[in-house]
């Protein structure tokens, strides 16, 4: 009977987390603004390192670079999962996945590549057309990657720079494993320039910065490459040096030239599937459109500016959600 008398007690009590109100849909318009990529790095006066060689996917090292190496426009950099990794030399490293109908300066430099190591005569004209797709599938083709895969993938190039370089130190093993920004080898050593410390990943992943970008320090301002690690101009390094004396080192600020026009919402808005898919969602009983964040910070993210949504759910990991992110 006390057995019973308790059961009967629990089970008649109110049970709070049923009765509590379920948490309501908060839906906020999508914020469209122009923005100019930047982030925090740290420099130095001195010999810089040598230019490091980065893979942008990830595998398994199955032939590691040779030191020794001139790696000119083509020239077989590394292999990885078997598959060649050869060097890109161009003013900027190309930062996304190319394939039909987008344009930018990246899609020249892509073209200009292609048309250096034979694969495509057509003009860099900015635009993955036709004859940029046929260049890209040969390309492909001989990269291992199957025939006819007309996407180019910036995983099967790794950028030397705008300059042959020669591999001076190697970096990885046969057997390492990769991910994106891993570093692989690594160049001679440049005397007299500015050392750029960037954050972990490069600022690269921070935002767009293919328009070009600079290096302030205090009130100078010089040209920089993201993802180059050195300013060597013997003007800008003066200029620097300037800035921060008594010093020689301190904290500078990398920004693009151009200001890009964004989609932004809360970051509370993204959601990651199991499969690694980041989605946004309309509503909770909307589908999950997937998105790439190309910048942000801790309480917003920027995305492309073509984003179909008009608003966005910002709080998606309360509410029931239709459709799961990634399905």
Request: aromatic share 4%; hydrophobic share 45%.
């Amino acid at each position: 009977m006390v057995v019973l008398t308790g059961w009967w007690l629990v089970a008649a009590a109110e049970n709070r987390t049923a009765a509590a109100a379920p948490v309501a849909a908060v839906v906020v318009p999508v914020a469209r603004e122009d923005v100019r990529a930047e982030a925090s790095v740290s420099v130095a006066l001195g010999e810089a390192p040598g230019f490091e060689l980065t893979v942008t996917g990830q595998g398994t090292v199955t032939t590691p670079p040779t030191v020794g190496a001139v790696l000119d426009a083509g020239a077989e950099v590394l292999r990885v999962d078997d598959r060649p990794i050869r060097a890109m030399v161009a003013d900027a490293p190309l930062w996304r996945a190319l394939s039909a109908g987008d344009t930018g300066p990246d899609v020249v430099r892509l073209q200009e590549h292609l048309a250096t190591l034979g694969y495509y005569d057509g003009a860099p004209d900015g635009t993955f057309g036709a004859g940029l797709r046929r260049a890209v599938e040969k390309f492909n083709t001989d990269a291992g990657l199957g025939r006819r895969v007309p996407a180019f993938d910036p995983a099967t190039v790794v950028w030397v720079g705008p300059d042959p370089l020669t591999v001076h130190e190697v970096l990885t093993t046969a057997g390492a494993s990769t991910a994106p920004g891993t570093a692989v080898a690594r160049g001679p050593a440049r005397p007299d320039a500015v050392t750029v410390t960037e954050p972990q990943g490069g600022v690269a992943g921070l935002g767009d910065f293919t328009g070009g970008a600079t290096l302030a320090v205090a009130d100078v301002e010089v040209p920089y490459v993201p993802g180059s690690g050195a300013v060597e101009s013997a003007a800008d390094v003066a200029a620097v040096s300037e800035a921060l004396a008594p010093g020689t080192e301190g904290v500078a600020r990398v920004s693009a030239v151009e200001a890009r026009p964004v989609a932004v919402v809360p970051a509370s808005a993204l959601v990651q599937g199991a499969d690694g898919t980041v989605c946004l969602y309309g509503s909770p009983d909307a589908r999950p459109v997937a998105v790439t964040p190309v910048g942000g910070g801790v309480g917003s993210a920027q995305l492309p500016s073509d984003l179909e949504l008009d608003e966005v759910l910002t709080n998606p990991g309360r509410v029931d959600l239709a459709h799961p992110c990634g399905s």
